[in-house]
């Protein structure tokens, strides 16, 4: 069975804050992705990533960086964290190869205060 | 671009209620299909695939056929459950293995 863990279930920080969001895959994936998702816009794709050091800017990555130092592991963070980046994120990771689905990890609810 | 439409929801059904939530979608050549659920408070699992034209997808009495001439694929469901309650996305992956789309998500509420 193929796992995605995130760090975290629920996290609450102050406006300012510096905050790492991690995930793990434990399935040799070379795709690894970060989205967000909120009421009424659906899931919205942050970064992602082909390989160890790749990164590839999606649909909003605006405030957020990334860091893949090693294949299983894929770091969401955020530089100064704002109160509209209060969202759940999700984690997902695919293998190159063919036409695979995504799997994701349970999600990580971050509020900013 | 690549895109994915999906109903608008929610749907409301009631226990043992017939189900179909409408995809199509827009994609040069021949994307794979697939239908996730995301239940409360949880990230989206895997409901079911299509590869190919005319494939069918099935698993947990869900079923969607991937209809090319009509570019849909949706979700069908004999008699739903209170538990089959959560959010449901339709999504691709194009021809090259390279864009995946997800859809809106279509949220189904099954009463008792």
């Known amino acids: 069975d193929v796992k995605v863990t995130q760090s975290s279930r629920y996290l609450v920080k102050r406006t300012g804050e510096k905050v790492f969001l991690e995930c793990v895959q434990d399935?040799?994936?070379?795709?690894m992705f970060w989205y967000r998702q909120d009421p009424g816009l659906g899931l919205r794709l942050i970064y992602f990533?082909?390989?160890?050091?790749?990164?590839e800017k999606g649909d909003i990555p605006e405030g957020y960086s990334v860091s893949r130092e090693k294949k299983e592991r894929f770091s969401l963070i955020l530089e100064s964290a704002s109160t509209n980046q209060t969202s759940m994120y999700l984690c997902?990771?695919?293998?190159?190869?063919?036409?695979?689905?995504?799997?994701f990890g349970p999600g990580t609810r971050l509020t900013v205060t | 671009g690549d895109s994915v439409t999906q109903m608008e929801g929610p749907v409301t059904l009631s226990e043992e209620a017939f189900l179909t939530i409408n995809c199509t979608y827009t994609a040069t050549g021949y994307p794979s299909l697939f239908w996730y659920v995301q239940y409360p408070g949880e990230g989206l699992q895997l409901l079911l695939k299509a590869t190919k034209a005319d494939d069918k997808g099935s698993n947990k009495g869900f079923e969607a056929t991937y209809r090319k001439e009509t570019t849909s694929f949706h979700l069908e469901k004999g008699s739903v459950q209170v538990s089959d309650s959560a959010v449901y996305f339709c999504?691709?992956?194009?021809?090259?293995?390279?864009?995946?789309?997800f859809g809106p998500g279509t949220r189904l509420s099954v009463l008792p």
């Open positions: 399935m040799d994936h070379e795709n």
């Open positions: 997902a990771s695919s293998f190159t190869q063919g036409r695979d689905e995504q799997y």
């Open positions: 999504a691709l992956i194009d021809n090259y293995g390279q864009n995946f789309v």
């Open positions: 990533s082909y390989d160890v050091k790749m990164k």
